[in-house]
């Protein structure tokens, strides 16, 4: 699976982008959907899961500003985000995982979880 990840770009604070990660490959057994960000001198934070059969959950510091959506038929998922802040700056991942486990969603939140990465996409917020 190849991951292709756009959209990044400069946007002033209260603006919004929308991140594409376009997926291709053996795309049938993928299972969970992830988006992480990095900002400098940072760790590699989740920012929202998508597992198959469950609502997307995002993190709390992008709840209600971001949503995660799909497009099968592209084979393409997407990361709305509005309502941008400064501290969204960030370069931006997509990830896939093939491995489909019950119990809690959060098992995904970390980036060790994924078989597959998208090269990332620079979100610059500006005050």
């Known amino acids: 699976v190849q991951l292709q990840a756009s959209g990044g770009g400069l946007v002033q604070a209260g603006g919004s982008l929308r991140l594409s990660c376009a997926a291709s490959?053996?795309?049938?057994?993928?299972?969970?959907l992830g988006w992480f960000r990095q900002a400098p001198g940072k760790e590699r934070e989740f920012v929202a899961i998508?597992?198959?059969?469950?609502?997307?959950y995002y993190s709390d510091s992008v709840k209600g500003r971001f949503t995660v959506s799909r497009d099968d038929a592209k084979s393409t998922f997407y990361l709305q985000m509005n309502s941008l802040k400064p501290e969204d700056t960030a370069v931006y991942y997509c990830?896939?995982?093939?491995?489909?486990?019950?119990?809690?969603?959060?098992?995904?939140?970390?980036?060790?979880?994924?078989?597959?990465w998208g090269q990332g996409t620079l979100v610059t917020v500006s005050s």
């Open positions: 990830a896939l995982s093939n491995r489909l486990l019950s119990g809690s969603v959060l098992y995904y939140s970390s980036p060790a979880r994924y078989n597959y």
């Open positions: 998508r597992r198959s059969g469950d609502s997307p």
């Open positions: 490959g053996r795309t049938f057994n993928v299972f969970v």
